[in-house]
């Protein structure tokens, strides 16, 4: 069954500026303009508003990272530029991701006043990017974009649903690319910190050449980067007791924790020179496991970009524009090794060959050590295309229609998970053998180090999940001057974009089915179409008057037909 769900969105607002000529400004120190750069009143677009004209601002603060900032910042990653704002706030992913929530491993996004993901809109060259991830995800990968390419980065540090719909509820991200040069350029970055880790790799080469019918450029972009081990910067995790910050560690320990019968939990031998079948009664203190040597800091990420943008003028009114881009993002994420007993109970009888105890016994955790940390591992393509045509009408009016499609697919999966049914059978005694060359061999969970090879080897695999996103839109706008009043032109924009999203994620089979040690997951797909139209308007009221350098009235309104997402 599917419906439709209508919205209208309005946004009206008078703004006042004293002492300001624009809500645009640059993080870096002020710059006065050259005088080059003082006669350029080309019409443009500002983030925050579709009207285009010099003398028309967006309807909030907008602040601008240029390709100058960024150069000097030496960063090779879009999200350590973005995380640094002041306006980020609140969770979003990036290269410290170890477990898959919501946007996949090693996903990198902006979450602009800590109102959410996919409440911050990310635009390329002001249109959408497909979200990207491990599939079915809510909001576009960072990654996909590299350095090199951007010319500078827009950020609108307040709400445009009315201008560029409901998910630009925080703010917008609008990167600007490069699209114009001659000739050849190469680059070289590398960095580290002063601990000799965490290093940073970049390479780039890109081509271009312009003439004044039009221009083309190519660029081919490598990143890659290091780890940093979270014991080399903390050697344990730290919990406040009794008003003072000590070392805390993991209930799962390496050993086993177990409830008796009895009601006493004892913790069994976790010295690899101890006696194989010792146990005592469980001290946090004494037996918890220290993460920090199993976690890092900084994850790795090796990144690979093709671009190609290019525009012609078919006539000295009409041009033609494209952009091709495609990434290669190959990530991975270190992680404690895993844990049995957390998602299925598992109970050993006081007879039990293994159990020393002489009492039935819940084995409540138990961290596979032997076999070392797990692995998580993403390899994520995007690819997105836009063919567009824009020009002019007249002095005062300019036009543009695009068609954008993105699309990513990624891989991703863990080594060293446990598959439970399996563990199950080498505790079974009437099915498992010690016996050379068995079939199931039995295991000792009872202690660290009794788990021989042979069962680590029948237990333990390596799961591979896969799953994606799609989008494809078609947008035109028309923006312009209606007429003149004593403080300047009446600006208006409107436009339609008609929008559809879809993603999918299946997970591993032994996922699906809960029989491996980590949360069951269910197979994932949906989509939906939507349809959209805006207006906005932009009146000034007053110019260079006494107390207000320049007041503006702006309004926008915004209709969204939206078929809801149907997950099967």
């Given at each position: 069954?599917s419906y439709k769900?209508?919205?209208?969105?309005?946004?009206?607002?008078?703004?006042l500026?004293?002492?300001?000529?624009?809500?645009?400004?640059?993080?870096?120190?002020?710059?006065?303009?050259s005088?080059?750069?003082?006669?350029?009143?080309?019409?443009?677009?500002?983030?925050?508003?579709?009207?285009?004209?010099?003398?028309?601002s967006?309807?909030g603060?907008?602040?601008?990272?240029?390709a100058d900032?960024?150069?000097?910042?030496?960063v090779v990653?879009?999200?350590?530029l973005?995380?640094?704002?002041?306006?980020?706030?609140?969770?979003?992913g990036?290269q410290t991701?170890?477990?898959?929530a919501?946007n996949?491993?090693?996903?990198t996004?902006?979450n602009?006043?800590?109102?959410?993901?996919?409440?911050?809109?990310?635009l390329?060259?002001?249109?959408?990017?497909?979200?990207?991830?491990?599939?079915?995800?809510?909001?576009?990968?960072?990654?996909?974009?590299?350095?090199?390419?951007?010319?500078?980065?827009?950020v609108?540090?307040d709400?445009?649903?009315?201008?560029?719909?409901?998910?630009?509820v925080?703010?917008?991200?609008?990167?600007?690319?490069?699209?114009?040069?001659?000739?050849v350029?190469a680059?070289?970055?590398?960095?580290?910190t002063?601990?000799?880790?965490?290093?940073?790799?970049?390479?780039?080469l890109a081509?271009?050449?312009?003439s004044d019918r039009?221009?083309l450029m190519?660029a081919?972009?490598?990143?890659?980067?290091?780890t940093v081990?979270?014991?080399?910067r903390?050697?344990c995790?730290?919990?406040?007791?009794?008003?003072?910050?000590?070392?805390?560690?993991?209930?799962?320990?390496?050993?086993?924790?177990?409830l008796?019968?009895d009601?006493?939990?004892?913790?069994?031998?976790?010295d690899?020179?101890?006696a194989?079948?010792?146990?005592?009664?469980?001290?946090?203190?004494?037996d918890n496991?220290?993460?920090?040597p199993y976690?890092?800091a900084v994850?790795?990420?090796?990144?690979?970009?093709?671009?190609?943008?290019?525009?012609?003028?078919?006539?000295?009114?009409?041009?033609?524009?494209?952009?091709?881009?495609?990434?290669?993002?190959?990530?991975?994420?270190l992680?404690?090794?895993g844990?049995i007993g957390?998602?299925?109970p598992?109970?050993?009888?006081?007879?039990?060959?293994?159990?020393?105890?002489?009492?039935?016994?819940?084995l409540?955790r138990r961290?596979?050590?032997?076999?070392?940390?797990?692995?998580f591992y993403q390899?994520?393509?995007?690819?997105?295309?836009?063919?567009?045509?824009e020009?002019?009408?007249?002095?005062?009016?300019?036009?543009?229609?695009?068609?954008?499609w993105g699309?990513s697919?990624?891989?991703?999966?863990?080594?060293?998970?446990?598959n439970?049914?399996?563990?199950d059978q080498?505790?079974?005694t009437?099915?498992?053998?010690?016996?050379?060359?068995?079939d199931?061999p039995c295991?000792?969970?009872?202690?660290?180090?009794n788990?021989?090879?042979?069962?680590?080897?029948?237990?333990?695999?390596k799961?591979?999940?896969?799953?994606?996103?799609?989008?494809?839109?078609?947008?035109?706008?028309?923006?312009?001057e209606?007429f003149?009043l004593?403080?300047?032109?009446?600006?208006?924009?409107?436009?339609?974009e008609?929008?559809?999203?879809?993603?999918?994620?299946?997970p591993?089979?032994l996922?699906v089915?809960?029989?491996?040690?980590?949360?069951?997951?269910?197979?994932?797909a949906?989509?939906y179409?939507?349809?959209?139209?805006?207006?906005?308007?932009?009146?000034p009221?007053?110019?260079?008057?006494f107390?207000?350098?320049?007041?503006n009235?702006?309004?926008?309104?915004?209709?969204?037909?939206r078929?809801?997402?149907?997950?099967?």
């Amino acid at each position: 069954m599917s419906y439709k769900r209508n919205h209208l969105a309005l946004a009206i607002g008078a703004l006042l500026s004293a002492g300001f000529a624009s809500t645009t400004f640059a993080q870096s120190t002020d710059t006065p303009p050259s005088s080059s750069q003082a006669t350029n009143l080309d019409a443009v677009a500002v983030t925050g508003s579709h009207i285009k004209g010099a003398e028309i601002s967006g309807v909030g603060p907008v602040t601008v990272i240029d390709a100058d900032e960024i150069a000097r910042s030496g960063v090779v990653s879009v999200e350590n530029l973005l995380q640094r704002l002041p306006a980020s706030a609140g969770f979003a992913g990036n290269q410290t991701n170890a477990y898959w929530a919501d946007n996949g491993y090693g996903t990198t996004q902006v979450n602009l006043r800590g109102l959410g993901i996919n409440r911050t809109l990310v635009l390329l060259n002001g249109r959408r990017v497909v979200n990207g991830g491990t599939g079915a995800n809510s909001s576009v990968d960072l990654n996909i974009i590299p350095v090199a390419l951007i010319d500078r980065i827009e950020v609108l540090k307040d709400g445009a649903s009315a201008i560029y719909g409901a998910d630009a509820v925080a703010g917008v991200v609008n990167i600007i690319t490069k699209k114009k040069f001659n000739g050849v350029e190469a680059s070289v970055r590398y960095g580290q910190t002063f601990q000799q880790d965490g290093d940073e790799k970049a390479v780039d080469l890109a081509w271009g050449m312009s003439s004044d019918r039009g221009s083309l450029m190519a660029a081919i972009n490598y990143a890659e980067t290091g780890t940093v081990n979270m014991a080399d910067r903390a050697p344990c995790s730290l919990g406040e007791d009794g008003g003072k910050l000590e070392c805390v560690g993991s209930s799962s320990t390496i050993g086993g924790r177990a409830l008796l019968a009895d009601g006493r939990r004892v913790n069994f031998n976790q010295d690899p020179n101890g006696a194989a079948n010792a146990f005592h009664t469980y001290s946090p203190a004494k037996d918890n496991y220290n993460s920090n040597p199993y976690l890092n800091a900084v994850n790795p990420i090796k990144r690979l970009s093709l671009s190609s943008f290019g525009n012609f003028a078919l006539t000295d009114e009409v041009r033609v524009f494209t952009e091709l881009m495609y990434t290669n993002r190959r990530s991975d994420q270190l992680a404690t090794p895993g844990a049995i007993g957390i998602y299925r109970p598992i109970r050993i009888a006081a007879n039990h060959p293994t159990n020393p105890t002489g009492q039935d016994l819940l084995l409540q955790r138990r961290r596979l050590q032997e076999p070392g940390p797990r692995h998580f591992y993403q390899d994520v393509n995007t690819f997105r295309t836009v063919v567009g045509l824009e020009g002019r009408i007249g002095t005062r009016w300019d036009w543009s229609a695009a068609l954008n499609w993105g699309r990513s697919t990624g891989v991703d999966g863990s080594t060293n998970i446990a598959n439970l049914d399996r563990v199950d059978q080498t505790l079974n005694t009437s099915i498992c053998s010690n016996a050379p060359g068995a079939d199931i061999p039995c295991g000792n969970y009872l202690g660290y180090g009794n788990l021989t090879p042979k069962v680590l080897d029948y237990i333990l695999f390596k799961s591979r999940d896969n799953g994606g996103n799609d989008q494809k839109s078609f947008t035109a706008n028309v923006s312009g001057e209606l007429f003149e009043l004593p403080a300047g032109f009446v600006g208006v924009a409107t436009g339609v974009e008609i929008r559809k999203e879809r993603g999918w994620r299946d997970p591993d089979q032994l996922t699906v089915l809960g029989i491996a040690n980590t949360n069951k997951q269910d197979p994932i797909a949906g989509e939906y179409m939507a349809k959209e139209a805006f207006a906005e308007v932009a009146v000034p009221l007053l110019q260079d008057k006494f107390l207000a350098q320049s007041l503006n009235l702006n309004a926008a309104a915004r209709y969204s037909s939206r078929r809801p997402p149907a997950f099967e």
